[in-house]
């Protein structure tokens, strides 16, 4: 019988809510070995607020790894990935086997887990797995964050990068923020930091902000009593144009929901989403 890691219960949550994006390949594999139980109670406490806020999840991680392949397609050279607080996600895996050849290496940093991590990939993908590192890194501690992904041998500042930071900005100060893009601007804007940011209620239709606020209160009660942060994209752009961002595209959940499928059944207008990712060139 396989070997399964039980995730906590938000991780397991968000896992849950993404099944349907990991149903093949090798990322179907690395799924296949994660314990997702204790996430069901917070799904349910969820899902009474929003029955469909899965399809915020299937948006969010379905474009952000479009995004990500879009640069490494783009970036005609070997290019390397950075993903912090990369939690269990298999979004290495998906990258590799879509573009792998085009991929040198893959860091992937957190707090804790990542030799966890590291044994999964190596059961669920040995072919990929020696592409990617797994360090243990805390995002408040930059300076130690940047030694850490020197000391995998595997980040090379010459080669293009594309920093990924899913699903941590809610719970990162402005200061943090730019200065991990700081870490990665480049002479000639080479370089990608892609991430996706909680907007204000004020910039959210009146009878749509019942459901950011009913689900954050579900979380932030398991895992983040601080509270979480906002960002517009007003201040985004102005936060990271101090950290050399040249320029920053926000893709809205009324676009990406009808890149994905085709349609706008769940947010028929770009106020009607609580979430957007932005794309950062450095």
Not at 96 to 119: F, N, P, V, W, Y
Not at 158 to 181: K, T
Request: contains cysteine.
């Amino acid at each position: 019988m396989a070997d399964h890691t039980r995730l906590e219960p938000t991780a397991a949550l968000v896992m849950l809510w993404s099944e349907q994006l990991y149903r093949t390949g090798s990322a179907a594999r690395f799924y296949s070995l994660l314990d997702l139980s204790a996430g069901g109670n917070l799904r349910q406490e969820c899902e009474r607020t929003c029955p469909w806020y899965s399809e915020v999840l299937l948006n969010r991680k379905s474009w952000i790894r479009t995004l990500a392949g879009r640069f490494i397609r783009g970036a005609r050279r070997p290019c390397q990935i950075i993903i912090m607080a990369a939690g269990k996600s298999p979004l290495a895996l998906e990258l590799l086997d879509d573009c792998g050849d085009a991929i040198r290496s893959i860091i992937e940093t957190d707090i804790h887990g990542m030799e966890d991590k590291q044994r999964l990939y190596n059961n669920a993908a040995p072919q990929h797995a020696k592409k990617i590192r797994c360090v243990t890194a805390d995002l408040s501690d930059i300076p130690g964050t940047i030694v850490a992904l020197r000391g995998t041998g595997r980040y090379d500042p010459a080669l293009p990068a594309c920093v990924v930071m899913e699903g941590i900005s809610y719970y990162l100060p402005p200061a943090i923020l730019s200065g991990v893009a700081e870490q990665f601007a480049s002479p000639d804007g080479t370089n990608r930091i892609i991430f996706d940011y909680l907007l204000p209620c004020r910039l959210v239709h009146e009878e749509r902000q019942k459901y950011p606020r009913g689900v954050w209160r579900a979380i932030n009660r398991d895992c983040n009593p601080g509270g979480t942060t906002t960002y517009s994209g007003q201040e985004l752009d102005n936060i990271l144009a101090t950290a050399g961002c040249s320029r920053i595209f926000h893709h809205t959940m009324h676009d990406i929901e009808r890149e994905r499928t085709g349609t706008n059944r769940f947010f028929s207008a770009p106020a009607d989403g609580w979430i957007q990712i932005a794309e950062g060139w450095l």
